[in-house]
């Protein structure tokens, strides 16, 4: 979408979901922004400025909305910016990548200098990475204080400000009034043991295929899927708990309760569980741009709201795929079970299901061959497995959405036992690349009724940048596969 006044204006007067997170709306009369779809009345065309972040809104010196909540609008997937650098940089900053470390860190992720990061993000995003960082951790803040019932230190330190010195005094400079003053008449989800909040996505959504597909992937311990509710275990850093997922009260949203252990880990936390249930993705775009394909116009038609399954634990996904070579669904689940009994840890939860976390590649890299053969793994598979651990723990491989995709894929495909397939699929769902497209696939093949790979190939052109979408429609089209 272009920038220009009159189709932005356009936008909010409709109210458009589409561009819900992708555009904000700043009324000059109140001094405050808003996502298009709130339902306060429309501003006199003229009292308006639009942006395409908050972050940027914020830092022309407007407030957020206290009736439609900026913080609660969806993010933008890695493809909906111009530049993959910014929007990856972006991404990372949103899962808390200043939190702990700094811009320079940040910037040898990708490569650079922290001078050319700033440039790059400045210039694609309106606002530096450290403004950008501000603006996530106050309105993740402002989300807490409107939704929870934890102290403010608490709520400081869990929106990742090192003092809450430094968070009541950003506070009070950007929304004009102290957290306890947010917080009179809000109302409580949270318990003595969990946090309650919810996260928004654009319409529409189809959270029963969703559900679907993730069930007969669950790994036994770690995962639990019920008839309209997802749970698992979490480890990240040192902090242990679970999560269960469900749809929110509001519409258009789903509910996420936290167990209290995992509080501090939110930034990335959202961040993962977003990336799991592909939250930023715009469906009504990909699906209007598929429909352009005769071919896949009337699966889509039939099927509107699919999403892309990302990975809630990266690595955990991969070894996943892994397992999933030449085997049934329920086979490679079974295996999987069997990998994280051994090489992730227990953990008590309230949850008789959720008994293990995952595994991790720094456990895995250090098994030998015979320590992963023993689950019922061959042993070429085994060493797959085994190349891959120590791969990603040494640093060889990174496996994050926003990465190089075409390098990394290239990176996978000479490890032992990773070929085209395994390395699409990893690039689909582990780095949320929503091009990615394994086209030797038997399934596709069989739902597009080609028996040549090439030929598939070919058909899939025009679906670019979204093959990966595709891919989900053809799969579901036979009732699901991997």
Same mark, same amino acid.
């Given at each position: ?71 609660? %609008? ?51 995003? $309106?606002? !530096? ?28 330190? %869990? ?20 957290? @306890? ?28 295929s969703l559900l679907t597909f993730?069930r007969g992937r669950a790994i ?89 399954? $990302? ?37 008590? !939860? ?9 595994? @991790? ?20 598979? %085994?060493?797959?497995?085994l190349a891959l651990a120590q ?30 397939? @395994? ?16 086209? %030797? ?42």
């Amino acid at each position: 979408m272009l920038f220009d006044h009159n189709s932005c204006y356009q936008t909010l007067a409709a109210r458009d979901p589409r561009f819900d997170g992708v555009l904000f709306v700043g009324v000059t009369t109140t001094g405050i922004y808003c996502r298009p779809v709130c339902p306060a009345r429309t501003p006199r065309r003229d009292r308006c400025r639009f942006f395409s972040n908050a972050a940027s809104a914020e830092n022309a010196g407007f407030r957020p909305c206290l009736r439609c909540r900026p913080e609660l %609008a969806p993010g933008n997937a890695i493809v909906d910016t111009a530049s993959r650098t910014a929007a990856s940089a972006a991404a990372r900053i949103e899962a808390g990548a200043l939190n702990e470390a700094s811009v320079d860190d940040l910037a040898a992720e990708f490569g650079l200098s922290s001078r050319q990061l700033r440039r790059v993000v400045k210039s694609e995003l $309106g606002v !530096t990475p450290i403004e950008l960082a501000q603006t996530q951790r106050l309105l993740l803040a402002k989300q807490l204080l409107t939704d929870s019932s934890l102290p403010a230190i608490e709520v400081a330190f %869990a929106s990742g400000f090192s003092s809450v010195r430094q968070f009541n005094s950003l506070f009070r400079e950007r929304y004009g009034l102290s957290p @306890t003053d947010l917080r009179r008449s809000q109302t409580s989800q949270s318990s003595n043991e969990s946090l309650g909040l919810e996260l928004d996505y654009r319409p529409p959504f189809d959270w029963p295929s969703l559900l679907t597909f993730l069930r007969g992937r669950a790994i036994p311990g770690v995962e639990s899927i019920s008839e309209n509710r997802y749970l698992r275990t979490a480890a990240i850093g040192d902090a242990r708990g679970w999560f269960l997922i469900e749809p929110g009260a509001r519409n258009h949203s789903l509910r996420v309760e936290v167990s209290l252990s995992l509080v501090r880990t939110l930034p990335p936390l959202l961040a993962r569980i977003r990336n799991l249930f592909d939250l930023n993705a715009q469906p009504q775009q990909i699906e209007a741009h598929l429909r352009n394909d005769e071919r896949m116009r009337p699966i889509v038609s039939r099927q509107s709201g699919l999403r892309l399954p $990302g990975a809630f634990d990266v690595f955990e996904m991969v070894v996943r795929a892994v397992l999933g070579q030449q085997v049934s669904v329920r086979a490679a689940t079974t295996l999987a079970g069997r990998v994280a009994n051994a090489f992730g840890d227990p953990i008590e !939860t309230p949850h008789a299901a959720l008994t293990r976390t995952t595994m @991790t590649a720094d456990r895995l890299a250090a098994a030998t061959t015979a320590d992963i053969t023993s689950l019922g793994l061959t042993r070429s598979r %085994a060493g797959c497995l085994l190349a891959l651990a120590q791969a990603v723990a040494g640093g060889e491989i990174k496996l994050q959405p926003g990465v190089e995709v075409e390098r990394t894929i290239e990176r996978l495909k000479l490890l032992p036992g990773i070929g085209d397939w @395994t390395a699409h699929y990893i690039a689909m769902r582990a780095l949320c690349w929503p091009d990615a497209f394994p086209h %030797a696939d038997l399934g596709l093949r069989k739902a597009l009724g080609e028996t040549s790979s090439k030929r598939v190939l070919e058909l899939a052109e025009p679906w670019r940048p979204w093959r990966a979408y595709a891919v989900m429609h053809l799969w579901n089209s036979l009732g699901g596969t991997e």
